[in-house]
C-alpha cells in the first residue's frame, strides 16, 4: 500500500527534516542540492515566484523517498508555461529524488500528480543523469502514469575521472598542455606559490568562524577577478546572489560537504576553487584568481593543484559543470549528458505546439540545450 503527502510550505517541510536526512543518507549518487538545507536556503532566496510542492512517498506505512518539486513560469517562443520541475535551477549538474529507491519514488510521485488537480502545464523533469544513476526510471515512471513524454538532451557536463595518480591523469592530457601545466608547478615551487585545501567535518552547531574568513577572502578575489566585472550576475561577489552563497556556504560547512581549494602567495589568497563534495565526488561551483598576479599562470595552477590533491584524497572524479566546455577540454576526461523528460499537457494545444516545435528542433540539431 503506497501513500503520498504533498507539502507545499517549507516551514511545515521542517518536521520532515530528520526523514529527509535519513533518506539522502541512503542515496549511492546524492549531491550537497539534494540536502535540506540546500533546498532552505534556494527558496529563501528564489522561491518568492514558485510553488512549493514536495512530495513524500510511503510504502507500508514507512517512506522509501522523496519528490521535491516546484511550479514556476517560464518564458517560451510560444508564449508563458507553468512547469512543474526540480527545484536545481542550474545551480549543479544533476538532480532526482531523494532516497535509495529513486524508481519507486517517481513511480508512485508521479502517478499522484496525474491523479492530481493540475496547476501546470508541464511536467518538465531535467537535471537527468541518464545512465549512471537513471536508466530509464523516469521514463517509466511517465509511462506508468499515463502521461507521454519527451526526452531531449539537457546539457553536457565536464568530467575529470579521477585515476590512481597525478601522473597517470597528466599522461591522458595533450604533449604541449602537460608541459606547460608541469612548467607552470615548477615556477609556482619556485615563486613561493601554496596550495591549501579546506574540508570542515561535519559541524551541526558551534562556530563556523574559520568557514566564514575563507569565504570573505574568496569574496574579495572574486571581486577582482574577470568574473567580478561580468554581467552573468552568478559569481560569488555578484549582489544578486551573494546571499544565497552566503546560506549555502553555512549550509555546506555545517553539513561537511564544503571544499575550497586556495592558492597563497606570500601568505595571501591569490585564487580560489569553490566546491563542494560528497561520497568521493566534488561539485566544482566557483573559480577566481587575482589579476595583479596572472603571470604566475594562477588559472592553469588552481585546476592542477586542485586535481592533484584530490587524486591524493582518493576522490573518485570532479564535475566542472556545463558551459565553458572549450575552457575546459584540455581538463576534462569525459563529456557526459543530462537529460530532460518533459510531457506536454495533452489538454492545451499551445503546450502541444510547443513539444512539436521542440521535437522538430531535436530532429534537425540533436545538440544539448534547453530546446525552446
Known sequence: MTEVVEINDLSELAAYATVWRTLFLRMPRATFFQTYAWLCAYWKHFGADQRLRV????????????LPLVVRREQTRLGSFRVLTYPLADWG???????????????????????????????????????????????????????????????????????NSWESYLETRKPKFRQNV??????????????????????????????????????????????GSSDSGTTLSHAAVQGYFRDTHEAATRLGMLDIGYLLHEGKMVAFGYKYHHQGEIQAMRVGHDPAYQALGLGTLQYAHGIMDSISLGQRRIDIGPNHLETKANWRTNLLMSYRICHHSQWMMRAQALRLHRWLKFRRNPEPESLE
Open 93 to 163: 549538474s544533476y538532480y532526482g529524488p531523494i532516497g535509495s529507491d529513486g524508481a519507486a519514488t517517481l513511480a508512485v510521485g508521479l502517478r499522484y500528480l496525474a491523479q492530481s488537480r493540475r496547476d501546470w502545464d508541464l511536467l518538465d523533469l531535467r537535471w537527468i543523469e541518464m545512465e549512471a544513476v537513471d536508466r530509464g526510471r523516469t521514463e517509466n515512471a511517465f509511462r506508468l502514469a499515463g502521461m507521454s513524454s519527451l526526452v531531449t538532451p539537457w546539457k553536457e557536463i565536464s568530467i575529470v575521472d579521477l585515476p
Open 55 to 66: 512530495l513524500l512517498v510511503y510504502a507500508s506505512g514507512e517512506p522509501i523517498g522523496i
Open 182 to 227: 608541469r612548467r607552470l608547478i615548477r615556477r609556482g615551487e619556485t615563486t613561493g606559490i601554496e596550495f591549501v585545501r579546506y574540508r570542515p567535518d561535519a559541524q551541526p552547531s558551534g562556530s563556523v568562524e574559520e568557514s566564514w574568513s575563507i569565504f570573505e577572502e574568496c569574496l574579495d578575489v572574486a571581486a577582482k577577478s574577470w568574473q
